[in-house]
């Protein structure tokens, strides 16, 4: 179970940091 739990950190980690761009190019999404 931990195995999976650091893979789908290590995922979600990926992504956001792929969605960094995007996310500042949209602005005060938050």
């Not at 789908?8 to 602005?27: D, E, H, P, Q, W």
């Amino acid at each position: 179970m931990l195995c999976v739990f650091f893979f789908c950190v290590f995922v979600y980690t990926r992504t956001c940091r792929n969605n960094a761009s995007i996310l500042n190019y949209g602005g005060g999404f938050r």
